[in-house]
């Protein structure tokens, strides 16, 4: 149980272009999901927390307008990166919150990469 | 305000022991473990509650001194799959965040053979 999907889990593109990354929980209802981002060697930074329904709440410094995050059912949330630079290249993992759970868990990861 | 592990890495041959701390500056409510192989997403280890409880994972164990502010990861008899950089994960003040947690620079572990 408690499986967490991301796709896709690697995309490139090209400067200015936005990209898409989906977040799915498989086999439970997230009321919560997280987005992180994480550069290589270096610990988890967490962007927003998403909730069903609502609109996310962004981490300090992160730009609302460049990160937008999606969180149209208890299943799914969406992180769009608009008019990507290449400095946004980095791992992006989504994680999702159990109602009555006990932690967050992760999904695979997409690695966006930007040129 | 992130919480402090260390060491930064350790490495360790087969069979041996390590300790892994985790310490925060604010009052803690939960702590929680996770470990990452690279180019992989974190796998969730195990969650302490305050309360000072020790939990146990196979042959890794945790424990939790809420006067202290601060977490251990006990891996006893260390296997090569135990390679990977662990995070400890804290949750702050009484709770009821929805579990949004605050992740440590990480611990790089590497067991030889």
């Known amino acids: 149980g408690a499986v967490v999907s991301q796709h896709p889990s690697w995309v490139i593109c090209k400067s200015g272009t936005s990209v898409k990354i989906e977040c799915r929980s498989l086999d439970f209802q997230a009321t919560t999901m997280f987005w992180y981002r994480q550069f290589p060697k270096q610990s988890l930074m967490l962007m927003a927390t998403?909730?069903?329904?609502?609109?996310?709440?962004?981490e300090q410094g992160v730009e609302k307008d460049k990160f937008l995050i999606n969180h149209a059912s208890l299943t799914l949330s969406t992180l769009t990166v608009t008019s990507a630079h290449p400095e946004d290249s980095s791992f992006y993992i989504c994680?999702?919150?159990?109602?009555?759970?006990?932690?967050?868990?992760f999904g695979p990861g997409t690695r966006l990469l930007v040129l | 305000q992130q919480p402090v592990q260390s060491p930064q890495a350790v490495i360790l041959r087969e069979g041996e022991d390590a300790v892994i701390n985790c310490s925060s500056s604010k009052a803690l409510y939960s702590v929680h473990w996770y470990r990452q192989k690279h180019g992989e997403a974190p796998v969730f280890l195990m969650i302490l509650l305050k309360g000072g409880e020790q939990k146990g994972h196979e042959k890794i164990s945790a424990s939790f001194n809420e006067k202290k502010q601060q977490s251990s990861l006990y891996l006893t008899a260390s296997q090569l799959s135990y390679s990977g950089t662990y995070f400890c994960g804290t949750e702050w003040g009484s709770g009821g965040s929805n579990y949004k947690l605050t992740f440590g620079k990480g611990t790089l572990l590497t067991v030889n053979p």
């Open positions: 998403s909730n069903e329904g609502s609109k996310a709440t962004y």
């Open positions: 994680s999702a919150g159990i109602l009555g759970g006990e932690t967050q868990y």
